[in-house]
Nanobody, 123 residues
Framework: HLQLVESGGGLVQSGGSLRLSCRVS?????IGWFRQAPGKEREGVLC????????NYADSVKGRFTISRDNAKNTVYLQMNSLKPEDTAVYYC???????????????????WGQGTQVTVSS
């Protein structure tokens, strides 16, 4: 059973940066990052294949967020720069039961989820 644990959330001012980490118990799955703001649907952000290729699910984060993984540490990172108040949400990492990212941001494609970490961006 795959386990995922997020860390790195917090409070940051607009324009600032945060790096989220997702520690996974196995390294041969694709890992996606999702976020959910209060009153909104869960939104896909980015996904990374087990081999390192990535898929961007959200136009709003292009040029600001990047995803990477260190398989030696069984950890996937979400680097978030130039943060905006609208990035405020609970961020989740998740995994499908295969090594390639689903082509579309459909959370139902993902079978395993972390507990989430809160990111708050103040204006």
């Amino acid at each position: 059973h795959l386990q995922l644990v997020e860390s790195g959330g917090g409070l940051v001012q607009s324009g600032g940066s945060l790096r989220l980490s997702c520690r996974v118990s196995l390294d041969y799955y694709a890992i996606g990052w999702f976020r959910q703001a209060p009153g909104k649907e869960r939104e896909g952000v980015l996904c990374i294949n087990s081999g390192g290729g990535s898929t961007n699910y959200a136009d709003s984060v292009k040029g600001r967020f990047t995803i990477s993984r260190d398989n030696a540490k069984n950890t996937v990172y979400l680097q978030m720069n130039s943060l905006k108040p609208e990035d405020t949400a609970v961020y989740y990492c998740a995994a499908p039961t295969y090594s390639l990212c689903p082509p579309y941001s459909d959370y139902k494609e993902y079978d395993y989820w972390g507990q989430g970490t809160q990111v708050t961006v103040s204006s």
